[in-house]
């Protein structure tokens, strides 16, 4: 049985959220780059969001420009949950039976979000000649046939 957790989840809150980890400095106009507060709703779209239409430049902008989730008819209910589950290593498959979404789109979301996230690293040396590190290896599924 899937439990339907989408439906569970207030898409104000989601949406919430997601501006908060999405665009830290706040939502603004990408294209001149205005506050949130310099533009007035011009619509709401089938994902249940405003798009903004910027005062000062006219663009239309909304929650999801400049993201990863750019042109997505995801919910935000949806999306934080995408973002849970690539967080938490389950699998694309487990996440689209979850989340009604076909593996392969998960399967995209979860190669943008890995290469945002490769991105951020902080590429400096360590200061020390020497460091230890432990190993980390999370299996994506179980293996068929496995070993007797």
């Not at 603004?28 to 205005?34: E, P, Q, T, V």
């Not at 490769?118 to 020390?128: G, S």
Request: net charge positive; proline share 5%.
């Amino acid at each position: 049985m899937q439990f339907p957790i989408t439906a569970l989840l207030s898409p104000p809150e989601s949406a919430s959220w997601l501006e908060e980890h999405m665009h830290p400095g706040g939502l603004h106009c990408l294209y001149c780059g205005l506050p949130k507060s310099h533009a007035r709703i011009f619509r709401h779209s089938q994902r249940g969001l405003p798009d903004y239409r910027c005062l000062s430049c006219q663009k239309v902008y909304n929650l999801y420009s400049g993201t990863v989730f750019a042109g997505s008819i995801l919910s935000p209910g949806k999306a934080v949950l995408l973002l849970r589950g690539i967080c938490k290593g389950e699998s694309s498959l487990a996440l689209a039976g979850e989340l009604k979404l076909s593996r392969t789109t998960v399967h995209s979301y979860r190669k943008k979000i890995q290469q945002n996230a490769y991105e951020l690293l902080d590429k400096t040396a360590l200061a020390d000649e020497r460091t230890e590190i432990d190993e980390m290896f999370q299996n994506a599924g179980e293996k068929r046939g496995g070993a007797s």
